[in-house]
């Protein structure tokens, strides 16, 4: 470095939650533009939870468009639970997106995290959609660079506790969206700052009848 320059320190981006959309017995959600943590930007990554039953046959498989992964899509019977992410771009915001629906019961759910990212990594923590009683799953982030954003979703249909019954350690935020009954999502997450150091995360739910799990942690860079 010559004498008198400056050097250029490149700090990592703060993962916060930024936004939160939701629809329910819609075949669409709209990405929201702005919300309690200010204006959804480029480089905010967004979480999508689908969550649908039919009255009879399986839940008709959607993409949910460009640059969007799914990296869990668990059926059973009549039931289907669905999980998206993706670092948005220009096109993304307030844009209109095509979902799964299912004829009984559907819930859409947007979840969207500021940043200026440019990729993000996804790290399975396990899922199931099932009428029993779900497994126990974990997203094992130890070691995970920050920021990372841990992460679990749970589905009801039919009655019982929209609820997780295991979250250890504690979800530092939860939140849910129903059809006004215990019908719907929950979620719950975690995140990790740079200075931060991140934990194993063991998540549950209660077998209510028809239920779904699903989660893991995302590094974002």
């Known amino acids: 470095m010559l ?3 400056i050097p250029i320190i490149r700090r990592r981006p703060v993962l916060a939650l930024r936004a939160v959309a939701s629809s329910v017995n819609q075949n669409t959600i709209v990405m929201p533009t702005s919300g309690t943590g200010g204006v959804v930007s480029v480089g905010d990554f967004a979480v999508m939870a689908w969550w649908s039953k039919n009255t009879s046959g399986a839940v008709t498989n959607v993409n949910a468009g460009a640059g969007w992964t799914s990296p869990q899509n668990t059926t059973s019977g009549v039931l289907r639970g669905r999980l998206w ?19 009984a019961r559907n ?29 126990s799953q974990s997203a094992n ?12 979703m749970l589905g009801v249909y039919e009655g019982g506790s929209l609820g997780f019954s295991v979250n250890t350690p504690t979800w530092g935020a939860t939140g849910a969206f129903t059809d006004g009954t215990n019908n719907g999502v929950r979620y719950g997450y975690t995140i990790y700052n740079p200075g931060q150091t991140p934990a194993d995360h063991t998540y549950d739910k209660a077998d209510t009848g028809d239920n779904w799990l699903a989660g893991g942690y995302f590094e974002l860079t």
């Open 141 to 152: 982030a130890s070691g995970a660079t920050p920021p990372v954003l841990v992460l679990g």
């Open 85 to 103: 992410y993706k670092v948005l771009t220009a096109a993304d915001i307030g844009a209109t997106i095509s979902t799964q629906f299912g004829d």
């Open 3 to 5: 004498p008198g320059m």
């Open 107 to 135: 819930t859409n759910l947007i979840l969207v995290f500021s940043g200026g990212f440019t990729s993000a990594a996804y790290t399975a923590g396990g899922g199931q959609t099932t009428t029993g009683d779900p497994a």
